[in-house]
Structure formats: structure tokens, C-alpha cells
């Protein structure tokens, strides 16, 4: 018991920026889980001291976000009581309980980046793609994320796409990062219409 609950107290330290509430939607309704597919990561875990947090990591990993039938699945068939899954779920910044966009953006607010105006690259983000902080463009393109810190406070202040990081930002250079990715992607998706050669005679 006194385990658990330094656990718990651990865990409430590493609060994020926005804490996520279970009131706003665990998951998209009218999305297809595969639940066979966290079949492999219940069976190296279950029964293993700590294996709360490794099990949430793991449907992640496949899912891109943890939706609620697979929280319901790993406590049936670990034992692990829901709430706690939940509680952890919605202290680490790590996880999401909601579909993600193919690009993630992520906003840092740290200490460093926080005094020179991270709000305003946040705001300005938020003003370009139409969402609030923590959610999702209709077309599924992007997710913007305030975060509490990405360990690059000498680029302050900062942002992460997928696995780059831009510095030295401010708001409307962050804007053009992400104007530029969104022109990207719309042209790789466009379908080709020229037209088709015809066969010579």
C-alpha cells in the first residue's frame, strides 16, 4: 500500500501543461480497434510488478493514442483497476486519450521558453489552424500540444514537428513552419491529373 501510493504522489509531480479531463471524451466515437492487437503487449506484461505504465506505452505505440476500449481490455485482463489506468494516463503528458493528427506539433512552455513569449507562438498556431491547444485540425493534418519542456532551452523558444526542432521562433515564424509543412502535404496528397498519354498508333 505505502508502494502504491508513493507511486501515485510520483506521478502527480509530472503534471502537464493542460491536464487532460476525462469529461471532454476519452476517444472518437466511429472508430474501428483492432483489440487484437494489444493481445502481445497484455501478454509480456501481465502479472509483472510496474507494468501499469509500460502496458499504457504499448497501446500508444500501436494505436497512436490509447482509445477506451483498450483500457477496459487491459483491466480485465491484467486486474489493474481503471481509475488508476486513467489517473496515469492523464498525468503524464505522454499519452493521449484521443486521436492525434499526421502532424503533431508541439509548443514548449518550459521556464526558458515561457519568458519569451511561448504563448504568442501557441496563439498564433492556434489562430492559423482553426483549434485549441490540445486539439485536432478537421482534416486530421494536425495536432498542436503546449508542453512542458523539450530540453532545448538554448533555441528558446522553441517548437518540435515530428522529430525536428525549430528555434528562435516567435509567432509568426512558427506559423510559417507550420504553413509550409500544411502546403507540403496538401501537394503529396493532391492526385495527379494530368492527363494520360495516348497510346501511339
Known sequence: MFRFSFFINSIKMNMRVSRIKLSSGISEPGLDVDLLLI???????????????????????????IPKSVFDKISSETGLKKNDLYGVATFYAQFRLKPVGKVVVRVCHGTACHVQNAT?????????LNVKDGETTEDRLFTLESVACLGCCSLAPCMMIGDETFGKLNGKKAVEVVKNIKRKETLDNKPNQSKPELWKT
Open 120 to 128: 504568442k507562438i501557441t496563439e498564433d498556431i492556434q489562430t492559423f
Open 39 to 65: 493481445d502481445p503487449v497484455i501478454e509480456r506484461y501481465k502479472g509483472k510488478q510496474g507494468n501499469l505504465i509500460p502496458l499504457l506505452q504499448g497501446a500508444q505505440n500501436i494505436y497512436g493514442y
